[in-house]
């Protein structure tokens, strides 16, 4: 266990160690030793003059989003496809799940095209939008299952205590999904947080590029200073290492929460 801890960590430690070098260092046979000066100003220009820290800005909000809308759209659709007696509600269910099927690259020119016409493109709403799209059929299945395993005489109750549709799905099956939803959210933010190809294809205004794209554009045409790149890779990991800290426990179970109850 030792072992593979040891191995886990190390690629972060040594992401570390080369955010406080610079080329002479890097390229000069020190590259996985200590620094023999801490360059706190590789993470000054990656924060400040490369715009990183707005990159990063993007990227919370892209992402926070994505997460919430996810939220609703999926929590609503799953139920009324599983609790409501409607006509196609099972043809519904299946399109929906169909987007399980379809590969990202298939997607990107048809995507392209469509929010060119829509004049979308160098926005927030153009990763916001296929983000969603493409969360909602995994989360909708996950959520599915949870909803099939909760006893419909809880909701038979709330009607008769006169809780109307919207009662219900907020007071009774909001709080029995949670561990679902937590599924849904880590995810979601790993899928969105970590995704490159929409991003530099749908964004080419600084304004609005996430953190991915930022530090891709780092990478200069003749010459490239690696260490302020080390250094906004490092900000890009910190929300993923906060998540694991705060929510260890919660991320082990929101894993296997949909494979109980499904």
């Not at 196609?88 to 990107?108: D, E, K, Q, V």
Request: charged share 10%; with cysteine.
């Amino acid at each position: 266990m030792a072992i593979v801890a040891i191995s886990s960590l190390y690629p972060l430690f040594w992401l570390i160690l080369f955010s406080f070098k610079d080329n002479t260092e890097i390229f000069g046979g020190n590259i996985a030793g200590l620094p023999s000066k801490l360059l706190w100003g590789n993470y000054k220009e990656a924060l400040v003059n490369a715009k990183v820290s707005n990159y990063f800005l993007n990227s919370v909000i892209v992402t926070g989003v994505t997460i919430v809308a996810t939220w609703i759209l999926s929590l609503t659709s799953s139920y009324a496809v599983t609790r409501m007696i409607w006509k196609f509600r099972h043809l519904t269910l299946a399109i929906i799940l169909l987007g399980l099927m379809i590969p990202l690259n298939s997607a990107l020119l048809p995507l392209f095209i469509i929010l060119k016409h829509l004049r979308m493109l160098n926005s927030y709403g153009a990763l916001m939008i296929p983000y969603t799209a493409f969360a909602i059929p995994m989360a909708v299945f996950i959520l599915t299952g949870f909803l099939k395993g909760i006893p419909r005489e809880l909701e038979e109750a709330a009607c008769i205590d006169g809780c109307t549709i919207y009662n219900i799905l907020y007071i009774i099956i909001f709080p029995l999904v949670k561990p679902a939803l937590a599924t849904i959210a880590i995810f979601t933010y790993l899928s969105t947080w970590n995704e490159l190809m929409f991003a530099v294809t749908f964004i080419s205004d600084s304004k609005y590029k996430t953190i991915t794209v930022g530090i891709q554009s780092l990478v200069g045409q003749y010459s490239t200073s690696w260490g302020p790149i080390g250094a906004g890779l490092v900000v890009a990991t910190i929300p993923t290492i906060v998540i694991y800290i705060l929510m260890s426990s919660q991320v082990q179970k929101s894993l296997t929460a949909g494979a109980v109850k499904g």
